[in-house]
């Protein structure tokens, strides 16, 4: 099912891609009842969302989730140790660790 959400929902953003997974509306009646009317009404363009938002999701199985979380804590490990270094070397010598 293709995601239909809207503006002020940012989360929604993350996941649905408007005209390509889904469609964001501003959070006004009308224009909810017009994403509704456009994917409901043409069903070549709801399959086509529907596939696309199928395909996105799996980026967002708990094995790549996991992955991209283990990455973002090497880069702040490494980080860390290289300003460590820094701090290290900026140091006079009788005070470095």
Request: charged letters at 35%; proline letters at 4%.
């Amino acid at each position: 099912m293709p995601g239909l959400g809207k503006v002020e929902d940012h989360a929604v953003e993350d996941f649905v891609i408007t005209g390509r997974t889904g469609v964001i509306t501003p959070a006004v009646p009308e224009a909810l009842a017009g994403a509704f009317d456009l994917v409901l009404g043409d069903e070549t363009y709801r399959t086509a969302l529907a596939s696309a938002a199928r395909e996105r999701a799996q980026h967002f199985s708990i094995e790549n989730e996991a992955e991209r979380l283990e990455r973002h804590y090497e880069r702040a490990i490494e980080s860390r140790k290289q300003r460590r270094r820094f701090a290290r070397l900026a140091l006079p010598r009788r005070l470095r660790f």
